[in-house]
């Protein structure tokens, strides 16, 4: 029996007038992944997870368990090839996570 692919749930926190935030958007676009935008300004719950995570800057992306701040277009590549191989959440895992993590050290 199979079970159904739960897809791995992309949120970006980011806010109006923030480059980095468009340019993140953007190259997620390009790049045909999905994702929800939360904007810190309107949305309280979307400050404080911003904040819990302990985040000062903006765009801040959160993957799973994979989070980090600014935009990487890196990590966003890495991460688009993730989805399209595996879009469900639970591929996403250790490997996953070091892989992405490795993208900013390289």
């Known amino acids: 029996m199979t079970t159904p692919s739960t ?4 949120t970006i ?3 109006p007038g923030c480059q980095q935030c ?5 190259h997620l676009d390009r790049l045909r992944v ?3 935008y939360r904007d810190v300004t309107k949305d309280q719950d979307a400050r404080d997870i911003v904040t819990m995570l302990g985040y000062l800057t903006l765009p801040v992306v959160v993957a799973g368990d994979v989070h980090w701040s600014g935009f990487r277009d890196e990590r966003l590549d890495r991460l688009a090839e993730i989805y ?3 879009p469900d959440i639970a591929p996403l ?7 992405l993590t490795e993208a900013d050290d390289a």
């Open 7 to 10: 897809p791995v749930e992309i």
């Open 13 to 15: 926190y980011g806010q």
């Open 22 to 26: 468009r340019m993140t958007t953007r």
């Open 34 to 36: 999905e994702y929800t």
């Open 84 to 86: 399209a191989a595996a």
């Open 93 to 99: 895992e250790s490997a996953a996570v070091a892989t």
